[in-house]
């Protein structure tokens, strides 16, 4: 079957630091950029960065510069996002998406089932 | 600019046409995506590039672009469809970045 698993829930005091997890099946991990998804309770989709494991080539948007790290590793077709120390303000479910790899866009078309962060003292 | 700017909320009646739109200067160089997200789950693709449907998807849900906007319609719209819906498209920077809209409601 084709799918992203992600880590577990994750409850986190501000200052600690946190790595979540999201691995590929059932398709060459290595050959499709996957991205995460910042999602605030109550809020929208937010695209915080995106990584071609077959290269580890990533990008980020400029609000997310600086305050993660994404990273990969291919040969065990995982791909991480993590924080050197947390905020509350980092509260929310993360998501990671395969992007299709069509010519005429960057649809994601698989998603992960979510990880839930939540950062509080 | 990076944004893509969406209405908050429409609702339709139940087997009515609603149109939801998805406006950025970006959208004038890249086609928009449409995700589906239903309370508590992950989102779901249903349009992508100039109009297409991943397996699965049923066919009243068409996409269309024009200059900076790009629309998603619901043909007959169902229950079902009740949901939030946002647009993604890479941003104008050239530099692989990628933007969601803010999403709109759409009561059935």
Known sequence: EVQ??????????????????CKGSGYSFSKSWIAWVRQMPGKGLEWMGII????????????????????ADKSISTA????????ASD?????????????????FDLWGQGTLVAASS | SSELTQDPAVSVALG???RITCQGDSL??????????????????VIYGKNNRPSGIPDRFSGSNSGNTASLTITG?????EADYYCHSRDSSGNRVGVFGSGTKVTV
């Open chain 1, 4 to 21: 992203l698993v992600q880590s577990g829930a994750e409850v986190k005091k501000p200052g600690e630091s946190l790595k979540i997890s």
């Open chain 1, 52 to 71: 071609y494991p077959g290269d580890s080539d990533t990008r980020y948007s400029p609000s997310f510069q600086g305050q993660v790290t994404i990273s």
């Open chain 1, 80 to 87: 991480y996002l993590q924080w050197s120390s947390l905020k």
């Open chain 1, 91 to 107: 509260t929310a479910v993360y998501y990671c998406a395969r992007e299709a790899g069509h010519s005429d866009s960057d649809a």
């Open chain 2, 16 to 18: 009515q046409t609603v």
């Open chain 2, 28 to 45: 004038r160089i890249y086609y928009a995506s449409w995700y589906q997200q239903k309370p508590g789950q992950a989102p779901v693709l």
């Open chain 2, 77 to 81: 719209a169902q229950a079902e469809d």
